[in-house]
């Protein structure tokens, strides 16, 4: 079945340090959807960006991410983290062959200090 | 807009009691329905989904089911709480079987049993 592998657990980085999250993921179909979404503390999870199209760079909020077909990457960027930054991040894979299903990945803590 | 209410806010359970979760959509006609179950630490896991009234898919068994009694309310349910269903359990939608499943998550039930 379908998988995602990202970077997990705790995140700790400097305000002002660039962001990086990895996502890589395993799926059967060609054309996967893959979503980041974030959660912050005592919030549902919302959705940070997506993309189904390969080598093209996706941007929101400060953070950009690049579906890589050829290495089933998706990895989370941001050029410089701000306190706000912390949160719950998950990278997210969408099985369209078989319909609404979409498969988290076990998700990082992000801390962003001053 | 669109707006997903999902209640209780908080349910503090028994061992063996039975238990029931809602979500309610507005402002958006059939929509495709959602559970997640997300335990503490843990990332988020799909128990079902439903794209029309009357029909709910199994995701993943955990002596729950789900309902979907009107085209905008999803409920969760089951007759015999057990220790391991304790966590946070969301409601999502989205607009669109085919296309990139992007979700909308409620506020969500943090469920504590004791």
């Known amino acids: 079945g379908d998988s995602v592998t990202q970077t997990e657990g705790l995140v700790t980085l400097t305000e002002g340090l660039p962001v990086m999250l990895n996502c890589t993921y395993q799926t059967i179909y060609s054309n996967p959807f893959l979503f980041w979404y974030v959660q912050h503390l005592n919030e549902s999870p919302r959705l940070l960006l997506k993309s189904f199209t390969d080598n093209k760079r996706t941007e929101h909020q400060g953070f950009h991410a690049t579906l890589h077909k050829s290495s089933s990457s998706f990895h989370l960027q941001k050029s410089s983290a701000q306190l706000s930054d912390s949160a719950l991040y998950y990278c997210?894979?969408?099985?369209?062959?078989?319909?609404?299903?979409?498969?988290f990945g076990k998700g990082a803590k992000l801390t962003v200090s001053p | 807009a669109q707006t997903i209410h999902q209640w209780p806010v908080a349910e503090i359970k028994a061992v063996g009691s039975p238990l029931s979760l809602g979500c309610t959509i507005k402002g958006k006609s059939s929509p495709n329905l959602y559970w997640y179950w997300q335990a503490t630490g843990g990332t988020l896991q799909q128990l079902f989904y439903?794209?029309?009234?009357?029909?709910v898919e199994s995701v993943v068994q955990l002596n729950l089911s789900a309902s979907r009694p009107k085209d905008d309310q999803f409920i969760l349910s089951t007759e015999k709480l057990l220790l391991s269903h304790s966590g946070f359990y969301l409601c999502a939608w989205s607009p669109d079987w085919a296309s990139a499943e992007t979700l909308y998550f409620g506020s969500g039930t943090r469920l504590t049993v004791l």
């Open positions: 997210a894979l969408s099985d369209r062959g078989t319909g609404s299903k979409l498969s």
């Open positions: 439903s794209i029309t009234v009357g029909q």
